[in-house]
């Protein structure tokens, strides 16, 4: 079935310093692709998404692009903040296996130090 | 204009009573999903609903879990003779159409289950 796997955590990083975190992912037919991020005791909020192949998603400074040649999504920022310090999520839809319902890789939780 | 409500926020029970999570979709949105995550784990689909009808329950226990979108009212995932395991926290999400799942799910701040 539909699968994400993502690159295992905690990460943590300096402030300013350049954040990647891998995301790859199995799926028949063609998902949608997205990042979540939780902050400690709170749901989660998108924070960007991709529909097709070369897409590129982005926003607060985090980018991902939808490579279908890889099957990756890997979430990107040049320069991290205290404020980025959260779990990240990164999750598919629209798969055989169930249209509708989002499969989410394990998380990645970042913490950012000043 | 309000996000997805769920309420309670936390949620206390001892073995073998019932738990009633309440979810109300963003206004306009018909679509509702729950999600289960285990501490330190991601989450994991249980139920998608729509007004009335289960559409896809492939991730719902088989026994002591339901869940009911009626006409009017929130969304209700109901647990019976809860476990220590049923611990976890509880997000539901919605959307306003389906789009082939291209759409994006809001989620709300979740329940957070404790069975003592």
């Known amino acids: 079935g539909d699968s994400v796997t993502q690159m295992e955590g905690p990460v943590t990083l300096s402030e300013e310093a350049f954040l990647t975190i891998n995301c790859t992912y199995t799926a028949t037919g063609y998902p949608s692709l997205f990042w979540y991020v939780q902050y400690p005791g709170e749901g989660l909020q998108l924070l960007l998404k991709a529909t097709k192949a070369d897409d590129k998603g982005s926003n607060k400074g985090f980018e991902a692009t939808y490579r279908k040649e890889t099957t990756s999504f890997h979430l990107e920022k040049g320069s991290v903040q205290v404020s980025d310090s959260a779990v990240y999520f990164c999750?598919?839809?629209?798969?055989?296996?169930?249209?509708?319902?989002?499969?989410f890789g394990q998380g990645t939780r970042l913490t950012i130090n000043p | 204009n309000a996000g997805v409500m769920q309420n309670p926020r936390h949620l206390v029970r001892r073995r073998g009573q019932e738990a009633r999570l309440r979810c109300s979709p963003m206004?306009?949105?018909?679509?509702v999903y729950w999600y289960r995550q285990l501490p330190e784990e991601g989450l994991k689909f249980m139920v998608y609903l729509q007004k009335e009808n289960i559409i896809d329950e492939s991730g719902m226990p088989k026994e002591r879990f339901s869940a009911e979108f009626p006409k009017e009212g929130p969304s209700i995932l109901r647990i019976q003779q809860v476990v220590r395991g049923d611990s976890a926290a509880y997000f539901c999400a919605s959307s306003p159409s389906i789009a082939g799942g291209r759409e994006t799910q809001y989620f709300g701040p979740g329940t957070r289950l404790l069975v003592l």
């Open positions: 206004k306009g949105h018909s679509h």
């Open positions: 999750a598919l839809s629209g798969g055989n296996q169930g249209a509708q319902k989002l499969v």
